[in-house]
């Protein structure tokens, strides 16, 4: 299958200040990232698509000038949370494929990212 | 609105069978999925059906049943390495993944 490499694994981070995530699509070309976010307990929820090439496009309710989105080549997506909050603290996932998408199959995933911010 | 139920937890026996059930309510269907998630890791698939009836992989099979927005994951044989969350997802007439919650599996000696 398809390899998602993403990091870091865990970060912890004062509040007030940004995190950048990175997602990387080692033996592939990503037209096509996608961001999700993981409470505890809670399913997976789609925060934004990302678009190489071009502006992102975000899921309602999620603040974009919060959740920056960068996709500047094929094999490179990253997701910066800036001015984190304590309530930004969750699992962040990135992920490739699945229905709809140019590999209309299973979805890849990154690793996941453990975010606390204290 | 659109909604996937499952479980949030359920326990059993190391050899034994246990199914997970979900049911799924989606703007149009294009098929539903079963991934693995082991805590603090990314899901892994483990099952893709889009057309009525069982599919079996080894010791986990899954089965569907669009007319009722049903599914369900069979998992045989169980090792103590199953403890892990179930996720179901189904695709709507976006070809969007919806996400339930996830069962959380506990496996016991």
């Known amino acids: 299958g398809a390899v998602v490499s993403q990091h870091p694994s865990w970060v912890i981070c004062k509040s007030g200040t940004s995190v950048k995530i990175e997602c990387r699509s080692l033996?592939?070309?990503?037209?096509?990232m996608f961001w999700y976010r993981q409470f505890p307990k809670q399913s997976l929820m789609l925060m934004a698509t990302?678009?190489?090439?071009?502006?992102?496009?975000?899921e309602q309710g999620v603040e974009k000038d919060k959740f920056l989105i960068n996709h500047a080549s094929l094999t490179l997506s990253t997701l910066t949370v800036t001015s984190a909050h304590p309530e930004d603290s969750s699992f962040y996932i990135c992920?490739?494929?699945?229905?709809?998408?140019?590999?209309?199959?299973?979805?890849?995933f990154g690793q996941g990212t453990r975010l606390t911010v204290v | 609105g659109q909604n996937i139920d499952q479980p949030t937890e359920m326990t059993a026996t190391e050899g034994a069978i246990v199914q997970i059930n979900c049911t799924y309510q989606?703007?149009?269907?294009?098929?539903l999925f079963w991934y693995q998630q082991h805590a603090g890791e990314a899901p892994t698939f483990l099952s893709y059906?889009?057309l009525d009836g069982l599919e079996e992989k080894g010791r986990f099979s899954s089965f569907l049943s669009r007319s009722k927005g049903y599914s369900y994951l069979l998992l045989k044989e169980l090792q103590m390495k199953d403890s892990a969350s179930y996720l179901c997802?189904?695709?709507?007439?976006?070809?969007?993944?919806?996400w339930g919650a996830g069962t959380k599996l506990i496996i016991k000696p």
């Open positions: 997802a189904g695709v709507d007439s976006n070809y969007q993944l919806i």
């Open positions: 989606t703007s149009g269907f294009n098929g």
């Open positions: 990302s678009n190489e090439g071009s502006k992102a496009t975000y």
């Open positions: 992920s490739w494929g699945g229905p709809g998408t140019d590999r209309n199959t299973e979805a890849f």
């Open positions: 033996d592939f070309q990503a037209t096509t």
């Open positions: 059906n889009v």
